[in-house]
């Protein structure tokens, strides 16, 4: 009965440690090749083992990390909206995002339109203050609302506008009309004056 030699593996120790050394990594790191085990056990400087390192015998081993595959497919779930119901909501409403930090966000955003509108000179100081007041007193819900206010604000104030010119205009033209009125008696007292004076001056010729 034949009995199977196994080769006895040469004791590479001083060349992994050589090796992790070369390469600036740890000892488990470093891949010896062991179908060259022979050759490698020869190695005995450093110069030789960056040529068998060259040569591919000798290899460096990735860092094992962890996958984020699926952190990242779960990331992109919740962007649509997927596995944040209430039974996935851990904290309060206010820990979850603060209520300051929203209210932050829609004045700022309110103020920025205000800002806006006044450099377009579409509102005037006034109104800019007059809304900047109210948007700190919480009147507007959002950005739309503000706009809305904003369109009507304006449209009143064109038609107060309006209304006081045509108010004006009719003042004008009464008061116009009761000057005429105080002018037409005086015209017809002196008309009336002049003729009787003709008359006179007729009558006194036919006597002469």
Not at 102 to 109: G, N
Request: with cysteine; charged share 40%; hydrophobic share 35%.
């Amino acid at each position: 009965m034949g009995y199977k030699v196994h080769k006895e593996m040469p004791n590479l120790r001083l060349q992994k440690r050589l090796a992790a050394s070369v390469l600036k990594c740890g000892q488990k790191r470093v891949w010896l090749d062991p179908n060259e085990a022979s050759e490698i056990a020869l190695a005995n400087s450093r110069k030789n083992i960056r040529k068998l390192f060259k040569d591919g015998l000798i290899i460096k081993r990735h860092i094992h990390l962890h996958s984020r595959s699926r952190v990242r497919r779960m990331k992109e779930a919740k962007r649509k909206g997927r596995h944040t119901g209430m039974g996935k909501r851990e904290g309060t409403i206010n820990a979850r995002i603060s209520y300051k930090v929203l209210w932050m966000r829609r004045i700022r955003i309110l103020r920025r339109l205000l800002r806006k509108y006044r450099e377009l000179k579409k509102i005037d100081k006034h109104l800019y203050h007059s809304f900047y007041m109210k948007c700190k007193g919480n009147q507007f819900k959002n950005k739309y609302v503000l706009i809305e206010a904003v369109h009507k604000a304006k449209s009143e104030e064109k038609r107060a506008k309006e209304l006081g010119a045509q108010a004006e205009a009719k003042k004008a033209k009464k008061k116009k009309g009761e000057e005429v009125k105080k002018e037409a008696p005086k015209e017809s007292k002196e008309g009336k004056t002049e003729e009787a004076k003709q008359t006179q001056i007729n009558l006194s010729l036919i006597h002469i």
